[in-house]
């Protein structure tokens, strides 16, 4: 059976030694955050901090710091988990394994909750100020709460079965804010939350919301899990741990985990927003200070020995990179049967994972045509991007699966040769422009606002791809430093951008005109002009993060040879990014010496992460 709370879950792995107590007094300001960070780079233990400065319950980081340790703590549901995805995906999977499948329903009696008359959560209660003021970047506009579970209820169908669980951004402190009396709420776009707090907005009355912390391991994996619709998470929360979720209503009150750690109550007033941030994301980048609804607290509880849980997000890979490989091994095999004839779709987390979705389709159209060119591939990808955060994308490669059944989609390198070896720049590109994407990105053209661009490849290669800079490369003036980032890919260094948000650069649009369709630098069909071409080029997660999370489809894409035909942009050329910062983008997260050489100090001969960090 799974883990009956968070106490439970920390007992055993520091009895199979995958956890390390930290006794040394840290202060939840910056320093818990950079050694969270530094322990999961280097595939440590979880972390129980049982001396932070000015406060009594102890913090846990890196619980799930390695995908190994996320498949230990759900090792004993993982199997029946698995055994009900594939009969979702292959009912005739029964007929292989009967006797196995036989207890898949016997888990699923798990997905009902179960209403309690009380519970351990319920013992005590505290008030915001008490919690643990984590604060990650020094630029955070205050304290946060990094794995909170916010719930809401329906207004027209209230209960457990049209209930919502996500993780949304928490605010605990500064701000305009007032102390113990409100909490901001950020939530993105095309999140559930957001769907409750429109009908209450449309009502004109509060809405009742509330924000787990801790609790079974499994609640934190349900609240970013991406269910489809009619499924609640905390139902999933149920099946992943291996029993039925007790729940516990106060009077008057939604109802709460009977074992979470702590639990906010409160409701979101209709009409009232304050801004929230800034916040260091995990894009790497600070998301800025915007309106986001605020949270009238009416209650703090906590159970007796409550730990509070965290992460620090930063720059990819982080901890969240463990909860996406995580779904993605739980969920991977259902795309198919969500989206018919997408074999496969991989959100890249270096590249902070809207900005870049790598897709594998069928092209089935015309089988039998002498030259293959996508067209089913444009239909799936329209498919994908209508799918929930899916359609937050901003760069969509797509390419037939037919081509190179070998093709692993996780392997990006491989994917982008694939594509660069077939794609054809006059026909192979597909804007959306003036659309949504990810809240957290500010290279589009306003906030929520930007654009998207499809890349398809079907057919056989076209060209092969240099590793090699050809000797007599030349670049304009104000470019320099060419270097081969990946075979086909040449990054360049450029002047520093002058252009503003939602505009082309002219300088751009004459370093494209300075090269004739012929040059030999079109060997290369991609170009990325950025700041610093050696930080780009230094390794494939550098690349990924530059060039995606610094540009907007329809403000940076350029072409040698560009035309336009019938409303169609292409090039005859290389296709070219402009990957450079802009002065609208975000500032990128920056660590803070001092609080580096502290952490120094614990790896140190004698220091509790000796041997780890």
């Given at each position: 059976m799974g883990y009956r709370n968070l106490q439970e879950c920390v007992r055993d792995l520091e009895a199979q030694g995958q956890l390390r107590r930290i006794k040394q007094p840290v202060s939840a300001e910056i320093e818990v955050g950079a050694i969270q960070r530094r322990v999961y780079q280097a595939g440590g233990p979880a972390l129980l901090f049982t001396n932070v400065q000015g406060c009594r319950f102890p913090m846990l980081g890196n619980l799930f710091g390695t995908l190994d340790r996320a498949r230990f703590i759900f090792r004993d549901t993982l199997e029946m988990v698995q055994r009900l995805v594939a009969l979702k995906v292959n009912p005739a999977s029964a007929l292989r394994d009967p006797l196995g499948t036989l207890?898949?329903?016997?888990?699923?009696?798990?997905?009902?909750?179960?209403?309690?008359?009380?519970?351990?959560?319920?013992?005590?209660?505290?008030t915001i100020d008490q919690l643990p003021q984590l604060k990650s970047w020094p630029d955070d506009g205050g304290a946060f709460i990094t794995l909170p579970q916010v719930y809401s209820e329906s207004l027209s169908r209230p209960g457990l079965r049209h209930s919502n669980l996500g993780m949304y951004r928490v605010q605990l402190s500064g701000g305009d804010y007032l102390p113990n009396r409100e909490v901001g709420v950020h939530y993105q776009i095309h999140r559930g939350l957001g769907v409750h707090h429109a009908e209450a907005v449309a009502a004109g009355v509060p809405l009742k919301v509330s924000i787990f912390v801790g609790g079974p391991p499994s609640l934190t994996v349900a609240a970013v899990m991406p269910l489809p619709e009619g499924m609640p998470e905390l139902a999933f929360a149920g099946l992943l741990g291996g029993r039925r979720m007790r729940m516990v209503s106060p009077v008057g009150g939604l109802p709460m985990p009977a074992e979470a750690d702590f639990v906010i109550t409160g409701t979101l007033?209709?009409?009232?927003?304050?801004?929230?941030?800034?916040?260091?994301?995990?894009?790497?980048?600070?998301?800025?200070?915007?309106?986001?609804?605020?949270?009238?607290?009416?209650?703090?509880?906590?159970?007796?020995?409550?730990?509070?849980?965290?992460?620090?997000?930063?720059?990819?890979?982080?901890?969240?990179?463990?909860?996406?490989?995580?779904?993605?091994?739980?969920?991977?095999?259902?795309?198919?049967t969500v989206l018919p004839g997408v074999h496969a779709v991989h959100a890249v987390d270096a590249a902070g994972v809207h900005p870049l979705l790598l897709a594998l389709g069928s092209e089935r159209y015309v089988p039998y045509a002498a030259k293959r060119r996508p067209q089913e591939l444009l239909t799936l990808a329209n498919a994908i991007l209508g799918q929930g955060q899916l359609s937050l994308a901003k760069y969509l490669f797509i390419a037939a699966a037919e081509d190179a059944p070998e093709l692993n989609i996780h392997?990006?390198?491989?994917?982008?040769?694939?594509?660069?070896?077939?794609?054809?720049?006059?026909?192979?590109?597909?804007?959306?422009?003036?659309?949504?994407?990810?809240?957290?990105?500010?290279?589009?053209?306003?906030?929520?606002?930007?654009?998207?661009?499809?890349?398809?490849?079907?057919?056989?290669?076209?060209?092969?791809?240099?590793?090699?800079?050809?000797?007599d490369l030349r670049l304009p003036p104000g470019f320099s430093e060419p270097r081969v980032a990946l075979p086909g890919i040449l990054t360049v260094q450029g002047p520093p951008c002058g252009s503003g948000r939602g505009s082309s650069d002219p300088v751009m649009e004459d370093f494209c005109a300075f090269f004739a369709e012929d040059d030999v630098i079109n060997a290369f069909p991609l170009l990325v002009v950025t700041d610093d071409s050696e930080f780009a080029a230094r390794s494939?997660?550098?690349?990924?993060?530059?060039?995606?999370?610094?540009?907007?489809?329809?403000?940076?894409?350029?072409?040698?040879?560009?035309?336009?035909?019938?409303?169609?942009?292409?090039?005859?050329?290389?296709?070219?990014?402009?990957?450079?910062?802009?002065?609208?983008?975000?500032?990128?997260?920056?660590?803070?010496?001092?609080?580096?050489?502290?952490?120094?100090?614990?790896?140190?001969?004698?220091?509790?992460?000796?041997?780890?960090?």
């Open positions: 207890k898949a329903p016997l888990g699923a009696l798990h997905l009902l909750p179960q209403r309690v008359g009380s519970g351990p959560i319920l013992a005590h209660t505290t007033d209709p009409n009232l927003t304050k801004p929230e941030g800034p916040f260091g994301d995990h894009l790497g980048y600070y998301s800025l200070a915007h309106d986001f609804p605020v949270l009238r607290v009416e209650q703090v509880y906590h159970r007796p020995g409550a730990i509070w849980p965290f992460t620090s997000v930063g720059r990819p890979p982080q901890e969240d990179t463990t909860f996406g490989a995580f779904i993605h091994e739980l969920t991977g095999p259902l795309i198919p392997h990006v390198d491989d994917m982008l040769r694939h594509m660069l070896e077939r794609v054809d720049w006059r026909r192979d590109l597909h804007f959306q422009t003036r659309t949504t994407i990810d809240t957290l990105d500010y290279s589009g053209s306003g906030f929520n606002e930007g654009s998207k661009v499809v890349i398809s490849a079907a057919g056989g290669k076209r060209r092969s791809l240099p590793t090699e800079l050809p000797a494939l997660n550098n690349f990924v993060w530059t060039t995606f999370t610094r540009s907007d489809p329809a403000s940076d894409l350029y072409g040698i040879g560009a035309e336009m035909q019938c409303k169609h942009w292409g090039c005859r050329g290389a296709l070219v990014i402009d990957a450079r910062r802009k002065a609208h983008h975000a500032p990128p997260l920056l660590e803070v010496p001092e609080i580096e050489r502290r952490v120094d100090a614990l790896g140190a001969p004698g220091g509790p992460l000796h041997g780890i960090i």
